[in-house]
């Protein structure tokens, strides 16, 4: 009876279906435990091989709960906005929608086939309206929010207005825009309804303000940071500027200290809190106001500067702005204005990101103005430089060549003096990090102090002087929340007036409405101004058609859309209740559910998806909403699957007509030794006559081989070969590849013995390296429970690894081997059989080392710990059920379709999963006897197996009786017998 894997497989997954075997229930009298995978977006691709790592380790830790009797939830959705879905509707006219649907579908029949045990009833999309309705609800809650420092929570708009109307805003301490003006709550009782929204915009958690963005014109959109690779688009590749918008922002800036706190409380990974501490970015030192020395033609400015070493402030030679910093256009005299708007239209082509790593490039333009120094009086010289950066802290530095390396830098190469301000210390990279020295300047009161000391007399002087203060700064900024595309979730937003107004949460969802065109209007507008139905009645409470605005009771609905990270950041939370239409979520579900146990995913999000789900969590639990104010108590980063890609070598050389395509050995050959190609043995006569020219080759000239040329990298271009053209001793299908790249179809590829070997290299496995490993084609040839076992057998769950589809063999082998373990040529072989002392051993340490790396998270070692046990098994020749049933508990979770077959044919009717997980018994490791090595002059001539509680004299009157040692001696008395206990007998004489 063969292991039909295939038919396995198949008739399990559509038992699970069927049967709803892993369906969570949120009332149980089990404990619960819930372990949750990253969000998956459905790309057009599909899963390859790389993408189910995180999915089957999370899986096999989910099973094992619930063989241990737990109540799991194991939750499966899609993150279903997306610019990919929409630049392909752009380009095709498809609606995202069906798009995303024809995605999913994929994705759903591609997970299933691997067996996850998800919960697919409590399936969300984001793209579903029945989702984002309450993306949008929470979206007015953080309207009708304010952060409170004196209660440190958020709180309601309506005890912040009842506090405007009894004190005015003097004594709010609340997280807020950084140019508030103060008023009396007599002024506020007479300013107009306009004005008094202006003033809450400035206090709310998500607010309109002018923001400076990340501008991809090309996309017609907004991007995250992390949406921008070395200054261009990750989708597409397009130039990306920075640009100043109306943008809604979330002041996620206001849970700096408690994002930063609440990491020493969850048990993530420490360099994903590295990463987010990092980002966050906490910084005490003080701040301090310089005035801007007026012209006659100009009014005076203060810049504001956040400085961690107001002790140096007597070593200011300059100050630095960053380009975007709203005073550059308003102090630049006249005489730079063309220098500076150069620079600044030059800077904004790079990202910050990109600008944050130059740290060798040093550029900048002189303002022309001057600042007046808060001590001495003396005019300091205001620059601008693409090294500071307008979010990060005020976007202007107090500048001390003598205290920092870049300051010092910018100051050598525009010929800025520098003043040495540390006592003793010549201006050199030394002095840079060193906080202890002895700070003097041209103040006696800072004279003998070390740098704290002067830090605080400092920062008493500039507050006497009205001009600076102490201060925590956080480097953590406010997150842009608006995108300028279509297919993303709408606002629940109108404006009256240019004010923003919500609409009342029990008109939500507001859907997506049909568009023509899915690009930005000819006025510059959203892809949502192409909308003809797109205005909100006030009197109906609907979205109408826009001809009907009137500004009275019909008002433009807002046009942008939420940015990706809106329906990732509540997921987990919906997952404990999604088919409530009336609520986010019931109390009773939170209650049960409370947060996610396990949650496993990659390290990419740290700083995205990972700190704005905290965010709102955090905001969630001020609201009352849910119970803890960390959505996941642990958090695993899987490491990557890496592709194993393919290269032919094209010759770079105008000498041949078409391409010369020659393979890895022949590449490195000619690389390495510096052969010519009459030199080398792989060219024919024809090809050599061809390629290496009679007459002189002049400067300037394609580059030829000749008999005294080197060859070098340069003379070849290496090109990715789809490796599904490539089999697994990596020959190359030759005409599949110049069918494929039609621009190579004439090409003459120089063959190895009739066949084209490429060369191989690790890489990221991604579409644009054609390494990408197809998850359907294996699962067809090896099956599912082959694919789980390789991915967790490839190495620790954490680290990155290469794939390699010929290495999937030795599992499909193991597989087969289990499956002759319990059944033979006539069926099943196992039986009631009494298990003998190895069969108990064997079982037992595969418990006990199984168990442990589950805990551990450790899958790669039990992978080896399985193909342990059924080796000794099968040569034990174990037939027993009290032996192998248990084992097939152990397996489950890891290949859950042969198992639940065996167990099956076994005699159960009821899924394994069910199945309590079998209990370790040290009492079947404890060993009894030992297998001694019996010597003869120190020459080990046979064994014994002698009980371990037999005595020294025990043992020597045994030995000397068997018969095997009578034959040793031949009738002759031994000197000396040497026993030791539990190791050796040895027999001298």
Known sequence: MRYDFNKIEKDWQDFWAKNQTFKAENHSDKPKYYVLDMFPYPSGAGLHVGHPLGYIASDIYARYKRHQGFNVLHPQGYDSFGLPAEQYAIQTGQHPAITTAENIKTYRRQLDQIGFSFDWNREVRTSDPSYYKWTQWIFIQLFNSWYNYESNKAEDISELIRIFEVEGNANVNAACDDDIKFFTSSDWNLFDDVKKQEILLQYRLTYLAETEVNWCPALGTVLANDEIVNGVSERGGHPVVRKKMTQWSMRISAYAERLLQGLDKIDWTD????????????????????????????????????????????????????????LVSQITTPEQKAEVEAYVEATAKRSERDRMADVKTISGAFTGAYAEHPFTKEPIPIWIGDYVLAGYGTGAVMSVPCGDQRDYDFAKHFNIPIPNIFEGVD??????????????????????????????????????????????????????????????????????????????????????????????????????????KWAWCTETNRVVDNDKINNTTVHMLELNTMPGWAGSSQYFNRYMDPKNDQEIFSKAAIDYWQQVDLYIGGSEHATGHLLYSRFWQKFMFDKGYVNHDEFAKKLINQGMILGTS????????????????????????????????????WFTEELKERLIPKERVEPGDAVFFTEDSKTTKDNFTPIHADVSFVNSSDELDVEAFKNWRTEFKDAEFVLEEGVYKVGRDVEKMSKSKYNVVNPDNICKEYGADSLRLYEMFL???????????????????????????????????????????????????????????????????????????????????????????????????????????LWSQLGHNESISTAPFPEFDESHLVESSKNYPISFNGKMRFTLELPLDMSKDEIEKTVLANEKTQDQLQGRTPKKVIVVPGKIVNIVG
Request: hydrophobic share 35%; proline share 5%.
């Open 271 to 326: 360099s994903l809190k590295e990463s987010q501490r990092n980002w966050i970015g906490k910084s005490v030192g003080a701040s301090v106001k310089f005035n801007v020395i007026a012209s006659e033609a100009s009014q005076s400015h203060q810049i504001d500067v956040f400085t961690t070493r107001p002790d140096t402030i007597f070593g200011v030679s300059f100050m630095t702005l960053a380009p975007e910093h709203e």
């Open 427 to 532: 201006i050199s990279k030394e002095a840079f990090s060193d906080k202890e020295k002895t700070v003097i300047g041209n103040s006696d009161f800072l004279n003998g102090l070390n740098y704290k000391k002067a830090t605080k007399r400092v920062i008493f002087e500039l507050e006497k002087l009205g001009q600076g203060e102490g201060k925590t700064n956080y480097r953590l900024r406010d997150a842009v929340f608006s995108r300028q595309r279509y297919w993303g979730e709408p606002f629940p937003v109108y404006y009256v007036n240019g004010m923003p107004q919500m609409i009342d949460a029990e008109h939500l969802p507001i859907e997506l409405p049909e568009v023509e065109k899915y690009l930005p209007t000819e006025t510059g507008e959203p892809p949502l101004g192409n909308a003809t």
């Open 646 to 681: 393919a290269f032919v070598y094209r010759w770079n050389s105008s000498a041949f007509e078409n391409s010369l395509i020659v393979s890895k050995s022949i590449y490195e050959e000619l690389i390495n030794t510096g052969k010519t190609i009459s030199s080398c043995d």
């Open 795 to 901: 190495g620790p769950l954490e680290q990155y690894k290469p794939w390699n589809t010929a290495g999937i063999t030795g599992v499909h082998s193991f597989l087969k081997k289990l499956w002759k373990l319990y059944v033979g040529d006539s069926g099943l072989k196992v039986n009631d059989a009494e298990p003998t002392k190895d069969n108990l051993k064997t079982l037992h340490k595969t418990i006990k080392k199984v168990q442990e790396d589950i805990e551990n998270f450790s899958f790669n070692t039990s992978v080896s710990t399985f193909m342990i046990a059924v080796n000794e098994l099968t040569s034990q020749k174990c037939t027993s059920k009290e032996v192998l049933e248990p084992l097939l508990v152990l397996i489950s979770p890891y290949a859950p379709h042969i198992a639940e077959e």
